[in-house]
């Protein structure tokens, strides 16, 4: 990690929770029966709702990489070297799994 990156975490990590405060203090107390929070709750909040909803360190595929949509070139290139009749179990076992196409 360079010097420069080094603290160029901090920063954006402060001002993400300054962020959240005022987005909390300012729209959830008025429209949910929710209290006003302080810098540090916020923190916590930001933190704990990454480790549960995000990749808190990112996943080998993104990180220092730009993200890329789509699966991981292991992925497309075994996709590549499948038959037609691979590729149709493969979607039927997909929809039967998540009952999406």
Same mark, same amino acid.
């Given at each position: 990690?360079?010097? =420069?990156?080094?603290?160029? #975490?901090?920063? $954006? #990590?402060?001002?993400?929770?300054? $962020?959240? %405060?005022?987005?909390? *203090? *300012?729209?959830?107390?008025?429209?949910?029966?929710? *209290?006003?929070?302080?810098?540090?709750?916020?923190? /916590? $909040?930001?933190?704990?709702?990454?480790?549960?909803? !995000?990749?808190?360190? /990112?996943?080998?595929?993104?990180? /220092?990489?730009?993200?890329? #949509?789509?699966?991981?070139?292991?992925?497309?290139? =075994?996709? %590549?070297?499948?038959?037609?009749?691979?590729?149709?179990? #493969?979607?039927?076992?997909?929809?039967?799994?998540? !009952?999406?196409?």
């Amino acid at each position: 990690m360079r010097p =420069k990156q080094f603290y160029l #975490f901090p920063l $954006i #990590f402060l001002l993400a929770s300054l $962020i959240v %405060m005022v987005l909390w *203090n *300012n729209v959830l107390v008025d429209v949910a029966p929710v *209290n006003r929070i302080h810098f540090m709750q916020a923190a /916590g $909040i930001l933190v704990l709702s990454r480790m549960l909803f !995000g990749r808190f360190l /990112g996943s080998s595929y993104y990180i /220092g990489r730009k993200c890329r #949509f789509g699966p991981p070139p292991h992925v497309r290139e =075994k996709w %590549m070297t499948m038959s037609d009749e691979e590729r149709q179990k #493969f979607r039927e076992a997909w929809k039967r799994r998540t !009952g999406r196409s």
